[in-house]
């Protein structure tokens, strides 16, 4: 995709999402209708983690892991009476191996954040718009998670490989669901099984993601939140002078907040055991006032 037909994408979607240009962008879309319709979707109650462990190993795709040490331990005390076990814990939010979300204040485009909303708002002291604190009251809404390795008929996509739109129609005929206006979309490309399987690699550099073509998919279902268990850009990027096309137009042009790096290998065979890809789903960001983003856990419940 050359510059000016990324550019010619960006308005197009920027224009379909004009509804979404608030403070919380696409979550506008999640009315207490809707989050009343998606309780319906509970079925056996059943609820299953769709984030991957926190890491504190580095590894090729996570040289900054999270800190955790222990402040202190019971075993250091001998005394009788109460005691406390304490520990600090302290991350790279938007890395390439931990599960998070992302704010809509977290990409800057042609000097502007979502909706033109000043680049200067984000200081060193955190941001003053756009922040995570929008999903303060937490993200509830219908889930529908698309299996694309599953369509295709392989364990993975293969890092560099793209999601399209055709895909996403496909995987819904497959999987008989319909992604509809205010659904939290996952799409799984197998990131979270192939480093399982095959171990870590340079995931900042090379790995499977939408195509930048596949969000007018989600422009015209309204999607509210998309979310994948890799980055949801591949690498390397298909759109000439853009290193993260999704990102870009999912939060910049049409604020979706993205969820990055989940993972669906618990999700999956109870989806195919009970054959149906839909469920609540619970996002509960930490409050982090000023924050471009938080670690997250997001919760299907069937």
Not at 105 to 133: F, M, P
Not at 148 to 162: F, M, Y
Not at 165 to 192: I, K, M, N, S, Y
Request: net charge negative; hydrophobic share 45%; charged share 20%.
């Amino acid at each position: 995709m050359t510059e000016d037909e990324f550019r010619a994408l960006y308005r197009h979607l920027r224009s379909c999402a004009a509804w979404a240009a608030g403070d919380r962008g696409a979550l506008t879309a999640l009315t207490p209708a809707r989050v009343a319709a998606a309780a319906r979707e509970v079925r056996t109650g059943r609820t299953v983690t769709l984030a991957a462990p926190v890491e504190t190993r580095p590894g090729p795709d996570n040289p900054e892991p999270a800190r955790h040490r222990m402040i202190g331990q019971p075993g250091e005390d001998t005394s009788d009476g109460l005691q406390f076990a304490t520990d600090s814990f302290a991350m790279n939010v938007h890395g390439d191996a931990d599960s998070h979300i992302d704010a809509l204040c977290h990409v800057i485009y042609d000097g502007t954040l979502h909706g033109g909303a000043a680049a200067s708002s984000v200081t060193a002291d955190g941001a003053t718009a756009l922040s995570i604190e929008a999903a303060r009251d937490g993200i509830l809404g219908r889930g529908v998670l698309l299996d694309i390795p599953r369509l295709r008929g392989v364990p993975w996509l293969e890092p560099g490989d793209h999601v399209t739109a055709d895909d996403l129609t496909a995987a819904e005929a497959a999987q008989h669901v319909r992604v509809a206006e205010g659904d939290l979309l996952f799409v799984r490309v197998g990131h979270r099984r192939r480093r399982t399987e095959l171990g870590a690699w340079h995931a900042a550099h090379e790995r499977a993601g939408l195509h930048p073509s596949a969000l007018e998919f989600l422009a015209e279902r309204r999607v509210a939140v998309l979310g994948g268990d890799g980055n949801n850009d591949t690498a390397p990027s298909s759109s000439e002078g853009v290193d993260f096309p999704v990102h870009v137009l999912a939060i910049h042009a049409m604020g979706v907040h993205l969820l990055d790096y989940l993972q669906f290998e618990d999700l999956v065979p109870i989806c195919e055991a009970e054959g149906r890809w839909s469920f609540l789903c619970v996002v509960a960001p930490l409050r982090l006032a000023d924050a471009t983003g938080s670690p997250v856990n997001p919760i299907a419940v069937l």
